[in-house]
């Protein structure tokens, strides 16, 4: 009997303010689709930190005959000089951190340049003379990279260590700032629905003042009172939260797996499995918040 | 049932008490008719009894509980025990009836099987067992109060506490409400009536409490609503209760 009744008082509070209902799925639709877009952007940022920090290598640069620094003074590195920093990197205290060391010739280099900036006008003066030696190291861990840098950089006859994860960062700054400004975004259109939630609630308190009055005359409890209108607001916020789950697995699932990845086959791009654990976050959002706003927002017509 | 101890209530914006100093013990089964000017304090004393007011200071028991003890939650179950009547019956107009009546019992949870066999018990008592299906703008003045009085006494409360019940009404639609009144009262309900109409309380010869100014000026069990017969006073305006505002 209540049960029936309580749906009965939803329906008809939903279906009497119509217009301010669907503003209200509307706001909750685009504020939780900028969670969802925040959270799936930071699920990007990690997943290509995997991916590419497992790829980058430390880069140790040796000296060539044109190069005058600290460490270098316009003399080739000779191959005693190399075979001391292998050393290093093969003893007991750094060996742990290194997974694979590579050397690169002269030779190689050059070709490696060819295959990057063949044809461009800095090829032009390229030639295997200009390269330098450098001893690729991959780290048993991204952050291992750190350690392998200072332990060798000041070696004699070492140009320069280079950590190709400091050529990424720019990249992960883009994406966090993106993720950031996503969730700015959200925190304002969600402050947003959360008013307008309240005020469609106090809005259909006030269209029901009678019955409300009449029912806490007869001795309605509280919560036989307000259950309606908190559903009533959590059921609107809720038909947008499915919308903007909705709208991030169907982005996910058509634009960036069906269109983005395979452009971008090197870049690992978040999925529908990301997508589908995005979308019971932005319910649970959805549901909570329009919950506690509408109780807080029929508050005043509970007061004895 | 319902007692006073020396209750006073205070309006912040009004230097005039609404109630002062109010002592007052109604028992089971009486039927008392608060009288007096408007502004005299008979709505806010029936407002206190439902615990819509709290005392500014004094106590009020009700049904044995002490009112300012009372819970805020508490409140909506101990009103389960009070019937009210209204001068504008206060019905929900999309509802019929039966349905009017039922509300009050559905919104207490009382089971289906229990509302279709109470329901037409008590509009049958008031007399409206062939009106079920009506619509209130469909029913005279009258009738209205009817289903209200058939609302407030559905639960069978032990008080029923009604608000210039016939204001709104004709003298003779007035004496049919008056007689179904008596008859609720015979049945062992408590009813308090505040009422700005002589002929009726002269007619009951029931218990009179004459309020002034939210002082008690008198209380007599078999009382009329003048003192004195042929006192010159003028009736009060029945509009406009200020204190309700």
């Known amino acids: 009997m209540r049960v029936q009744l309580i749906a009965q008082e939803v329906w008809n509070g939903l279906r009497r303010n119509l217009s301010v209902v669907v503003s209200v799925v509307l706001v909750t639709f685009i504020s939780l689709s900028f969670v969802g877009a925040a959270i799936l952007l930071q699920m990007q940022i990690t ?36 075979d001391a920093v292998r050393a ?83 990249i992960f700054q883009v994406l966090s700032t993106a993720s950031l400004v996503a969730i700015g975004i959200a925190v304002l259109m969600l402050v947003a629905a959360v008013l307008l939630i309240s005020t469609t609630i106090r809005l259909s308190a006030f269209s029901r003042k009678r019955e409300l009055g009449i029912m806490r005359l007869v001795g309605a409890s509280n919560r036989f ?34 269109y983005v990845a395979p452009m971008l086959q090197t870049i690992a791009i978040v999925g529908l499995d990301d997508a589908l654990v995005v979308a019971p976050v932005l319910l649970g959002i959805g549901v909570l918040f329009a919950g506690v706003a509408a109780a807080v927002a029929i508050r005043r017509y509970l007061r004895i | 049932m319902i007692r006073f101890d020396e209750v006073s209530k205070t309006y912040s914006r009004k230097a005039r008490p609404a109630l002062d100093g109010v002592s007052l013990e109604i028992l089971k089964g009486e039927f008392v008719f608060l009288v007096g000017a408007s502004g005299s304090g008979k709505s806010t004393l029936i407002r206190m009894v439902l615990r819509e007011e709290t005392p500014s200071s004094g106590e009020v028991h009700v049904l044995g509980q002490r009112l300012k003890a009372l819970p805020n939650r508490r409140v909506p179950f101990f009103r389960r025990n009070l019937g009210v009547v209204f001068q504008d019956f206060r019905l929900l107009g999309n509802k019929t009836v039966y349905e009017n009546v039922a509300f009050t019992l559905q919104v207490i949870g009382k089971s289906r099987a229990f509302i279709s066999e109470a329901v037409p018990d008590v509009l049958k008592i008031v007399g409206l067992a062939g009106k079920a299906s009506r619509l209130p703008h469909e029913l005279s003045g009258g009738e209205q109060q009817r289903v209200a009085i058939a609302r407030a006494v559905v639960n069978r409360p032990p008080i029923l506490l009604a608000d210039e019940p ?15 009144l008596a008859r609720i009262n015979e049945g062992g309900t408590t009813v308090v009536m505040a009422t700005h109409e002589a002929s009726i309380v002269d007619e009951m010869q029931k218990r009179v409490v004459e309020l002034d100014a939210g002082r008690i000026m008198r209380d007599e069990a078999h009382g009329s609503y003048r003192r004195h017969l042929g006192d010159d006073d003028e009736l009060a305006p029945r509009a406009l209760e200020e204190e309700t505002a």
């Open chain 1, 47 to 82: 997943q290509m930190k995997g991916f590419w920090y497992d790829r980058a290598q430390v880069g140790i640069y040796f000296c060539g005959p044109v190069d005058a620094t600290a460490t270098c003074s316009q003399t080739a590195a000779t191959a005693e000089q190399v």
């Open chain 1, 88 to 170: 290093v990197l093969e003893s007991v205290a750094i060996a742990p951190y290194v997974a694979d060391v590579e050397f690169e010739d002269r030779e190689l280099a050059y070709q490696h340049f060819m295959e990057q900036f063949g044809g461009t006008s800095s090829a032009e003066f390229a030639s295997p003379e200009t390269m330098n030696e450098a001893l690729w190291v991959r780290p048993t861990a991204p952050q291992d990279a750190d350690l392998i840098r200072e332990a060798t950089s000041a070696l004699p006859g070492v140009l320069e260590v280079r950590d190709q994860r400091a050529l990424l960062e720019p």
């Open chain 2, 166 to 180: 016939t204001g709104n009404l004709d003298p003779s639609t007035s004496a049919g409400i008056m007689a179904l």
């Open chain 1, 225 to 258: 009172i307000q259950t309606p209108f908190i559903i009533e607001g959590i059921v609107a916020a809720l038909v947008g939260a499915v919308l903007a789950a909705g709208a991030v697995v169907a982005t996910v699932h058509f634009l960036l797996q069906g």
